[in-house]
């Protein structure tokens, strides 16, 4: 057993040291393609359930690596965040989304908002409201066309500065929406003090819909506390016709996921999605 004991060890640092020197790799790539433009968003439509019709666009960013390829976000968001690097990324994603929405509008696009996901970081260690001010001033987006997707673990890890700052960003007519709802722990007690136009519920409780008695029942009463609190309850991870009709069913205001389109380029939305809308 002792033996068993002394691999197990030695295998347990080998795989440490192995994933630290992977996440080294990873941080010095990021800040290459910070500076070498090799990050690019991608957008998934959210579709208004009762008419049909896309009304936004979830921006969802990716690292089109020289040697590697398209590289999606759990493979590098985690090392963006512990070593900062998500601040800059951040701030190059929000300023990408708002210049992109700001064209669709202008082309009249089936649009009215993209919306950005914002990590715990950007607002624990930059001067998110200004940032975000800034941006929305330089890119001429109206503050209505954005909205900014965080994460109840985001206002866990600071409620003071998380609250106010979101507080100040209502003022400003940013919308504000909850992402993963549900998966958190502070749901119901914090719902009530957020400055949240919306909900959007976790993909891990639609996958199972509508067999699974356990992800019905949390899904009716997601929608149902939702519209109690007059919050907007968006549906991710949409993938069949089944999840669709009770998703309607229950009144959910409007649904993403592959059913309706993975995210894609922002000139694959224009001409199939935007193009074509949903039938
Ligand atoms: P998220 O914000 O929960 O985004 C939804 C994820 O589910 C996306 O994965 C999307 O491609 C995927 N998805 C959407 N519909 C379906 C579906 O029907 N089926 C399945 N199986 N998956 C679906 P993605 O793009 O790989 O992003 C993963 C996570 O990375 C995001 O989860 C978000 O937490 C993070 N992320 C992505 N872009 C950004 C960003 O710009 N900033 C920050 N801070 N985080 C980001
Ligand atoms: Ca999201
Ligand atoms: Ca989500
Ligand atoms: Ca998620």
Known sequence: ???RGKNNYQFYTLEMTERSLERMTI???LRHALAHDELRLHYQP?????SGAAVGAEALVRWQHPEWGLVYPDRFINVAEETGLIVPIGAWVLRTACLQAKA?????????CVAVNVSPRQFIESNLFRTIKQTLLETGLPPGALELEITESAVMQDPEITLQVLHQLQQLGVRLSIDDFGTGY?????LRRFPVQSVKIDRSFVIDLPDDEG?????????ALAHE?????????VETEAQLSFLKAQQCDSLQGY?????????????????????
């Open 104 to 112: 669709w509008l202008e082309q009249n696009r089936p649009f009215s």
């Open 186 to 190: 502070s749901s119901l007690t914090y």
């Open 46 to 50: 959210q579709i208004d359930t009762g």
């Open 1 to 3: 057993a002792k033996e």
């Open 229 to 237: 609190l007059k919050l907007f309850v968006v549906a991710e991870g």
């Open 259 to 279: 059913m309706f389109s993975k995210p894609v380029a922002p000139e694959q939305l224009e001409n199939g999605f935007m193009a074509a809308g949903f039938k």
């Open 215 to 223: 992800s019905k029942t949390l899904v009716r009463a997601i929608i």
């Open 27 to 29: 941080e010095r790539g």
